[in-house]
């Protein structure tokens, strides 16, 4: 049995405990489509049997690691902090966008917006104004319940509290125990849930169970006020359970933003130990693969010793609910990134035309998970373009534009793969049937930047429990690794426009 916790917190309002409630569960609003601190490490060592490698990539696997991710970031908040950690332990340079920014050849640095966004970015030490950026882009959210501002639940997040001088701080937390349930109705009381399928009122039947009864708190507010920030909108005993986590009062809570998580961790799985069985695959297995890569690839000066582009990872938020969104990539962050980016890197005047010939030689890799052919559902995917999981990444085609993919891009990213031993496939969907989308379009029509999208193949998308493979993670790795490294030189070679 699956348990179900808090996600994220933000402290704006300051809830009286004198006000007593008897509502015992939690009230959401749904977010669904239109274990231990994470350490990097190098000791998990998965078989690799059947897939080619590269000479030049390591032997070492990156899906323990994953999985230590995975446990940590249940929301996009957890996720964002601990991909802030890796890239600080990294030795990447934590900018500020409200700053100046002074940026030179050689140098690495990353920013964080709403802590569930962030773009991190290596320099090559022979960049020159014009000279393209390598991107990976992915998500960092998931579908989830999340809670509304009035309501009596608990979750794991973030949230803002009230200081003694009067300041907020901002941090996130996370209960670990299993605090609330939703239940379904027996199939004795639904008898035609087999046939009708399940179709649950959203706004009523969607309600997790938190107690049978209240129980008596002693909190008492520091002072008592009539503003609407003073009136209780969280279940007492919801928010004495958070002060706990905080290390605070109940009063200092001021705001909070909390998604329900399942409990139970990340974890390996099948006869042969070949599969991740986890919640938030899609799309944290694209994010920590491409975050993974971009750090990896510029270990040490030496990697970006020869390298005349800007190598980049941007994680987005709110994807899953269409990416229009201060934090989404529906707004311009990414591209006000490489604006100032070329501008602090210029030193000296930038020509109108320094940023457009900047996106013209750029390249984006639209990483999100793709769908895995069903071995009980076969009939739901094209009869040609069936990916399977250990196969390597999906290279995603539509002709209707709902992933970005051209017969150019498709053809450059498939090189990389073939330059370094690597497995691809390809995925269309059925003429009779809809298709979801991604980021790709988005970012690839807001200024005309080169785009691929691709995924890894994966069973169960959007469920708590979601299902990929091993193997693929550690392709998926070395593939976008090797993106870093090697597209400059195959871009050279490739003249389309003349």
């Known amino acids: ?31 669904f489509p239109s274990s231990n ?24 696997s990156i899906v323990g690691d994953l999985l230590d991710y995975l446990n940590e970031s249940w929301t ?23 700053d100046e920014w002074e940026l030179k050849p050689g140098g690495r640095y990353f920013f964080t917006r709403n802590m569930s966004c962030l773009v991190a970015f290596a320099v090559g030490q022979k960049y020159s104004v014009g000279n393209g950026f390598h991107i990976i882009a992915a998500h960092t959210d998931s579908p989830c319940l999340k809670l509304k ?32 349930r939703v239940p379904t109705l027996a199939i004795h009381l639904d008898r035609t849930v087999n046939k009708d399928g399940f179709k649950p009122n959203l706004e009523t039947q969607l309600i997790p169970l938190l107690a049978t009864k209240s129980e008596e708190t002693s909190v008492e507010p520091k002072e008592k006020s009539s503003t609407s920030s003073s009136k209780v909108t969280h279940h007492p005993q919801l928010m004495q359970i958070l002060s706990q986590e905080l290390g605070c009062g109940t009063d200092d809570i001021a705001s909070i933003e909390l998604n329900i998580c399942d ?11 070949e599969f991740i069985f986890s919640g938030r695959l899609d799309n944290l297995a694209s994010s920590y693969c491409g975050l993974r890569a971009l750090i990896d690839s510029c270990v040490s000066p030496s990697n970006l010793s020869s390298e005349h582009a800007i190598r980049m990872v941007a994680l987005f938020d709110n994807e899953e609910v269409g990416s229009d969104s201060y934090q989404g990539a529906g707004a311009p962050t990414m591209f006000q990134a490489i604006r100032r980016i070329v501008g602090s890197l210029a030193h000296e005047h930038v020509s109108e035309t320094s940023f457009e010939r900047t996106i013209r030689q750029s390249f984006l890799v639209s990483a999100d998970m793709a769908h895995g052919v069903h071995p009980n559902f076969s009939e739901k995917h094209e009869e040609h373009h069936r990916p399977e999981m250990q196969k390597g990444l999906v290279i ?17 990213f498939k090189e990389i793969a073939k330059l370094h031993n690597l497995p691809t496939q390809e995925f269309v969907v059925r003429n009779d049937m809809g298709c979801g989308s991604t980021i790709g379009p988005i970012l690839a029509s807001g200024v005309g930047i080169r785009t691929v999208d691709c995924g890894i193949a994966q069973l169960s998308m959007h469920s708590v429990r979601e299902i990929c493979g091993t193997e693929d993670i550690d392709i998926a790795y070395r593939h976008f690794k090797a993106f870093y490294e090697s597209f400059s030189s195959i871009d050279k070679k490739l003249i389309v426009d003349f």
């Open 1 to 31: 049995m699956s348990g179900l916790t808090v996600a994220r917190l933000q402290l704006f309002h300051y809830p009286s405990s004198t006000v007593r409630t008897t509502v015992i569960s939690s009230k959401l609003h749904h977010y």
């Open 37 to 60: 601190r994470y350490r990097p490490r190098t000791l998990h060592n998965f078989s690799t049997s059947g897939i080619a490698q590269s000479s030049s990539s390591s032997s070492s």
């Open 76 to 98: 996009p908040f957890h996720a964002t902090a601990e991909a802030k950690r890796l890239l600080i332990d990294a030795g990447f340079e934590l900018l500020n966008e409200n």
């Open 149 to 180: 501002p009035k309501s009596a639940s608990s979750k794991s997040g973030r949230v803002i509290v009230r200081g003694s001088d009067g300041s907020f701080l901002h941090k996130l937390v996370k209960v670990k125990r299993p605090l609330l």
């Open 263 to 273: 409990t139970q961790p990340s974890c390996i799985g099948g006869a042969n130990n």
């Open 396 to 412: 995603k085609h539509n002709a209707n534009q709902r992933y970005a993919t051209s017969g150019v891009t498709a053809f450059l």
